[in-house]
């Protein structure tokens, strides 16, 4: 089983910084890699698949690399409305199995 | 545009049954996978359970393997989650999220998410 880990666990940046949230995967899922925004009561949303690919309505100043075991998600300025849990996830080959990490919380320093 | 709407949440008793259901709308319902996925209280996400466009594939998470049951009526537009033998660590807000991608691999639209409570 491929498990994915996120840091930091914590995220304190103030509006306007750019921020940098990691996922590190046991083994290598080439590029098979999505992001994930969820705000208090809210259900999630996605932002980025295949590691780099904005989804629909995603704003430019997301951005996400990376590929094998090492991925990142770049803010590149925060906005008021960016503070939120983020998750990443990964698809496994067969049988389906699917896998988030245990999320970054990016706060308001 | 796409809407998911769960229904039939709510506080159950552990070992007894719940079933959830997820209203589709805005899109083609039979040609799309979807999921369930859960969050427990102070958790993060869980997937539960996948099924394909036709309902001939499905699979599930090991914590709910041989407990749960995922299904769809793709006349009524709707997918199903059948709880039984429920664990007080069931308890979650869970969701139906339509699958894209190569095994219907990310979750592009999502539910607002029923609450299931298991408590004696």
């Known amino acids: 089983e491929i498990v994915l880990t996120q840091s930091p666990a914590t995220l304190s940046l103030s509006p306007g910084e750019r921020a940098t949230l990691s996922c590190r995967a046991s083994q290598s899922i080439g590029s098979y890699l999505a992001w994930y925004q969820q705000k208090p009561g809210q259900a999630p949303r996605l932002l980025i698949y295949d590691a780099s690919n904005r989804a629909t309505g995603t704003p430019a100043r997301f951005s996400g690399s990376g590929s094998g075991t090492d991925f990142t998600l770049t803010i590149s300025s925060l906005e008021p409305e960016d503070f939120a849990v983020y998750y990443c996830q990964q698809r496994g080959d067969w049988p389906p199995m699917y896998t988030f990490g245990q999320g970054t919380k990016l706060e308001i320093k | 545009q796409v809407q998911l709407v769960e229904s039939g949440g709510g506080v159950v008793q552990p070992g007894r049954s719940l079933r959830l259901s997820c209203g589709a709308s805005g899109f083609t319902f039979s040609t799309y996978g979807f999921h369930w996925v859960r969050r427990a209280p102070g958790k993060g996400l869980e997937w539960v359970a996948v099924?394909?466009?036709?309902?001939?594939?499905?699979y599930y998470a090991d914590s709910v393997k041989g407990r749960f049951t995922v299904s769809r009526d793709n006349s009524k537009n709707t997918l199903y989650l059948q709880m039984n033998s429920l664990r007080v660590e069931d308890t979650a807000v869970y969701y139906c999220?339509?699958?894209?991608?190569?095994?219907?691999?990310?979750?592009?639209?999502w539910g607002q998410g029923s609450l299931v409570t298991v408590s004696s």
């Open positions: 999220a339509r699958g894209s991608g190569i095994n219907y691999g990310y979750f592009d639209h």
């Open positions: 099924i394909w466009y036709d309902g001939n594939n499905r």
